[in-house]
Nanobody, 122 residues
Framework: QVQLVESGGGLAQPGGSLRLSCAAS????????MSWARQAPGKGLEWVSG????????YVAGSVKGRFTISRDNAKNTLYLQMNSLKPEDTALYYC???????????????WGQGTQVTVSS
């Protein structure tokens, strides 16, 4: 069965960095686009960044552009999110999600991980 397991969250200071990982199993990882999304306390789900199946193209939300970088290692079946220059408003539960096709089309997800908490505070 499909499993997506996020890790790497934690407490970071404003201006700090964290690297999230998402270990995928149960499907051919290299054949599907992947995305990161987040949900802050009391707010709705926000898409953060997406990457095509072979990693050749990426997309990022304006709120994190220039600070967050998505990447993937298809040999390791792992998705990453490098988060730099963190802000308190980045505090959220971060999820990785599998898309149904090779490109990260909006809302075309079929599996989600359980999430990893990121808290940015001094």
């Amino acid at each position: 069965q499909v499993q997506l397991v996020e890790s790497g969250g934690g407490l970071a200071q404003p201006g700090g960095s964290l690297r999230l990982s998402c270990a995928a199993s149960g499907f051919t990882f290299s054949s599907y686009a992947m995305s990161w999304a987040r949900q802050a306390p009391g707010k709705g789900l926000e898409w953060v960044s997406g990457i095509v199946s072979d990693g050749s193209d990426t997309y990022v939300a304006g709120s994190v552009k220039g600070r967050f970088t998505i990447s993937r290692d298809n040999a390791k079946n792992t998705l990453y999110l490098q988060m730099n220059s963190l802000k308190p408003e980045d505090t959220a539960l971060y999820y990785c999600a599998k898309h149904k096709t090779t490109v990260p089309r909006a809302n075309e997800y079929d599996y989600w991980g359980q999430g990893t908490q990121v808290t940015v505070s001094s």
